[in-house]
């Protein structure tokens, strides 16, 4: 009898992530991706320490080299008037946590991912099908498509539902109490910058975070330092709603110099650096008890969608892989691994997922609030704000590897 792959709805981070760990626990993988391309699109994103450390294990980090920039330190500013209000050194994550801290553009780990997954058998990609709906039973998942107006049936022996903040999975599992995507109130804007556009201070290989009332900016240098990445986050009372390209929409960009037209000349000058912004809603859901019903899951942000507050969703969707590839070469029993799955994860994305809220909260703070979160940050300093990330930045069974050891 001819084997059933274990079929992904989505082909972003978290569906190839998992189609690379599932492929490499030796079962076969089918992909299913409704774009029908895998085009260059995104911003930068931050791959902190666990989440670095499995994907140079998975050899997905060689194939980033060139593209990929390790950062110094985190550098917090006051908007206003451009404070410094730490300096959180980096040079050493990969001894404090495990692996290093790194930046790169979503497209390039999401080419870095595709090229890995190439390299493993038994792993199928298709582009331009949607996954329309599922029916499950004790023995295998019969999954419904659409290939533009033609329905299409795959069977497999599970379903894994990466397919997002509008995950279909999710909304057909109906968990109950399950709510939709509500509106965060705020809008994320980006923009990718050639590095000579800009004056020298924006090439410091460092991460930039700078806070100020009602919104937040990060930059940081990307491809080798020949881009410079810019996300400038503003709370919206208007905000657009979905767009149906979620990282393509266009708004005008008076409302994001509006937000910060009090901040820093500097911070400022970087948002008047290009005309080219892009924008995308933000939205926030409730945890999940439970991401799994017998021979379906979740992953990514299908699972656990995050508010950016914490960086973290990128790197939660590649911490989703790394457990189903233990669960899965452990456990013959689809249902059995998925539970296990379940159990690994679940807890502490939901807990990601709160305290990145509430870091978007920290984040705005004004007046008062805003002196007194400035003051912590002085009286804490650097070794103890480092020491705050520990829970999320290190894997023990990473940090007791060498990076030789994790590599063979």
Known sequence: MKELP?????????????????????????????????????????????????????????RLKGAELAPEAVVIRRGRDATVLARLPLADAEKRWGAPYLVAHRADLQQALRAAVAEVPGIELR?????AGFAADEDKVAVGAKHGITRLRFDGVALIGADGLWSEVRQRLAFSGDAPPRPARRTAWRA?????????????????????????????????GTEVNVVAIAEDADPSGESPEFWSERRDSKLLHKAFARWHPTARALLSATADWRSWPLYDRAPLASWSAGRVTLAGDAAHPMLPFSAQGAAQAIEDAAALESALAAEADIAAAFKAYDAARSARAARIQVASRRQGDIYHMAGPASFARDTVMRVLGPRRMLARQDWIYRDTGLASQTRSERLS
């Open 6 to 62: 274990i079929i992904i709805a989505g082909a972003g981070i978290a569906g190839l992530s998992a189609a690379l760990a599932v492929g490499r626990s030796g079962r076969k993988v089918l992909v299913l991706e409704k774009a029908p391309a895998l085009t260059e699109i995104g911003a930068g994103l931050q791959l902190s320490p666990n989440a670095s450390g499995h994907l140079e294990r998975w050899g997905v980090l060689a």
């Open 127 to 131: 582009l331009g099908i949607a996954v």
């Open 192 to 224: 990718t910058i050639a590095r000579v556009e800009l004056p020298d201070e924006f090439a410091a290989p460092q991460v930039n975070l700078w806070l100020g009332r009602r919104a937040h900016l990060v930059h940081y240098p990307l491809r080798g």
